[in-house]
């Protein structure tokens, strides 16, 4: 390893929710091709974490790649203010005929986090325009993680987000108890209560509920009962309150279902994507919502909804973005993610059974390792190089959501390095 290159890294450049005073030393890569990061030294680590949820179908992948030099040629960028291209619109195209029937219109942004904080503010603009201005709050699920903005951090899990420490600048939003009625399960009245009740109590200030659907991901890897999603969708109804499905983890397949929201069968008022759009190349998110949402806000007293980043609708991520889309459409993505899913069951969830195990959990191509006690990173980026397979625990959680194109013996590899991991840095 480039030794200065480095140091450098460790004195003057944050990586995620990182220490520049005590970091943990980043593994260097070189490139990377299919499922396979090779470091600066030549090692090679299967990746299991998809780079966060984002590149399913692999590096380096050739439909991707032209697709990229393809648009490049003709222009990486131009303003989406009184401009248009075809990158966006065939990807519009695309969205509006994937998601649920009443989705129709789309917001493109830069990231998650903006796509979270576009979606608060359509719900906030909507019921301002039609005259009720008193719909200004949020309700989110504890454990929940929607983005690292103010505007998106302030429905993240309030004790794991940390909000006393923004307290002067975070708007104070109402949280509800994750349900604990599990995937497959119905839920019971008594799961309902705390939505039912915070909703009976304070919907005439509440703009919109705000859920992951099925899967919270980086607030604890949970999954929980699409009975549940559906009621709630029910009582947001009942209470005239918007519902926005945060499916920007759970998008593109990743659950088994191409929208978590349809293993409860039901649309939000808006819905926000991102990660796996670009199938893991550029950053590119969408806010999608219905003409009831869209009409109330540009018939308001603003006239136009208020939102308008200087690289929105990038031509390079949605020409991207088209080719992944495509390449996920024409195949068998439900076949596949079953096929993972079915060995990531087999092998990870007899680790039930361990001592250091609280809970191993599989849904779609999702595999999770939750441990008694926390691992320690320190531990785990010496151990992983050996193990040749790249994770990112944390917490308690050793999980993967690895790239859909992976083999059965890379996977097999992977539920291995989970097993080592748990067994030696928790
Ligand atoms: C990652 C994530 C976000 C934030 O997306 P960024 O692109 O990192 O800003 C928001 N919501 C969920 C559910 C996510 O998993």
């Known amino acids: 390893m480039n030794q200065s290159a480095l140091s450098f890294d460790l004195q003057h450049i944050w990586h995620p929710y990182s220490s520049l005073s005590e970091p943990v030393p980043p593994l260097h890569v070189s490139h990377a091709e299919g499922v396979r990061l090779t470091l600066q030294n030549g090692d090679e680590l299967i990746d299991a974490m998809a780079s966060w949820w984002s590149a399913i179908h692999g ?51 830069d990231s998650g986090s903006v796509a979270v904080d576009v979606a608060m503010k359509m719900a906030l603009q909507y019921w301002y325009s039609i005259g009720v201005k008193s719909k200004t709050r949020f309700v989110a699920l504890r454990g929940g ?30 949280f509800v108890d994750r349900p604990a009625c599990q995937f497959g399960e119905l839920a019971s009245d008594a799961d309902m209560a705390a939505l039912e009740q915070t909703l009976a109590e304070h919907h005439q200030s509440i703009a919109a509920v705000i859920f992951e659907p ?36 759970t998008g593109f397949a990743r659950s088994g279902e191409f929208f978590a929201c349809e293993h409860a069968a039901i649309c939000p008022d808006i819905m926000c994507i991102g990660k796996a ?97 926390a691992v320690d990173m320190h531990k785990v980026q010496k151990l992983l190089p050996d193990l040749g397979v790249w994770l990112r625990p944390f917490g308690k959680l050793i999980y993967t959501m ?25």
């Open 59 to 109: 590096y380096n992948h050739p439909v991707l790649n032209k697709a990229a030099k393809n648009q490049l040629d003709k222009m990486s960028h131009v303003m989406f203010g009184g401009l248009t291209h075809n990158p966006a619109i065939d990807l519009c195209r695309q969205l509006v005929a994937l998601t649920p029937d009443e989705l129709t219109k789309v917001f493109l942004s």
């Open 145 to 174: 993680y929607h983005g690292d903005t103010l505007g998106s951090m302030s429905v993240c899990d309030p004790d794991t987000g940390m909000h006393h420490l923004f307290s002067g600048m975070l708007t104070q939003q109402l």
């Open 214 to 249: 099925i899967v919270q991901g980086a607030g604890g890897m949970y999954f929980y009962s699409a009975d549940y999603l559906r009621r709630a969708r029910a009582l947001c109804d009942q209470y005239n309150v918007l519902l926005i499905l945060d499916e920007i983890a």
């Open 277 to 373: 759009m670009t199938g893991g190349y550029l950053s590119l998110a969408a806010t999608i919502t219905t003409d009831k949402i869209a009409t109330g806000i540009c018939e308001g007293e603003a006239g136009v909804f208020m939102h308008g980043p200087t690289f929105m609708a990038n031509p390079l991520a949605c020409a991207i973005a088209n080719a992944s889309i495509g390449l996920l459409s024409q195949s068998d993505w439900r076949t596949n993610i079953q096929r993972i899913e079915a060995q990531l069951s087999k092998n990870l969830l007899p680790i039930n059974d361990h001592p250091k195990v609280a809970n191993a959990r599989v849904l779609g191509a999702i595999g999770v390792i939750e441990t008694k006690s």
């Open 402 to 426: 690895p790239p859909y194109i992976m083999s059965e013996s890379d996977l097999d590899k992977v539920c291995d390095a989970m097993i080592a991991v748990t067994e030696q840095c928790t």
